[in-house]
């Protein structure tokens, strides 16, 4: 059976691409859209964008690769996507003991997801959060000034009571 769009998705999509000029400006929103449906971005996934839309798949791809909003490790993610930084100024200010810290408290290592589907672990290059190193980006939400383990315990704790939609 070939993957496609619920019902729900192609009337988000249509509601998209009408609000952009062509469909590379509707890329963006639309990627959302089928993060959102999919859970994640595999290769199928993005080509039944680059269909739905009419694109290359190599622009869809490189879209998707861009930018770290979109799951780009090809494969389910948890609930909760724990994006800890590790560039110049989070690893100045603690960013790999964040790393470290919640690697250890979860049970994973990097690129790991817990067994009960709740928390995905990754390193990111740059979250611009620089002034409130280290930081942790999860959905919409972004923990800052995690200089303490006790602040690293308290954000998973918040997550784990309290997740939020990606988006």
């Known amino acids: 059976m070939a993957l496609s769009f619920s019902d729900e998705a192609m009337q988000k999509i249509a509601a998209a ?6 469909a590379q400006a509707a890329c963006l929103p639309v990627l959302h859209i089928a993060q959102a449906e999919f859970g994640y971005l595999p290769d199928e996934v993005i ?7 009419e694109l290359p ?7 998707v690769t861009f930018y770290t909003m979109f799951r780009r ?7 909760n996507l724990l ?7 989070c690893m100045l200010r603690g960013g790999y003991r964040v790393l470290d810290r919640i690697s250890q408290k979860l ?5 790991e997801t817990t067994p009960d589907k ?19 980006i999860c959905g919409p939400r972004y923990f800052l000034r995690l200089d303490t383990d006790e602040k690293v315990d308290r954000m998973l704790q918040e997550l784990a ?3 939020e939609p990606e988006y």
């Open 83 to 89: 994006m800890v930084c590790t560039n110049i100024s």
């Open 73 to 79: 490790r090809r494969q389910p993610v948890g609930e």
């Open 161 to 163: 009571t309290h997740p």
């Open 107 to 111: 049970g994973i290592q990097v690129d």
């Open 47 to 53: 080509e039944l964008v680059s269909n739905t839309l």
């Open 118 to 136: 709740k928390f995905t672990l990754i390193e990111e290059e740059c979250l611009a959060a620089c002034a409130d190193a280290p930081a942790v």
């Open 17 to 22: 691409r009408s609000r952009y000029p062509n």
């Open 57 to 63: 798949v190599a622009h869809v791809h490189g879209v």
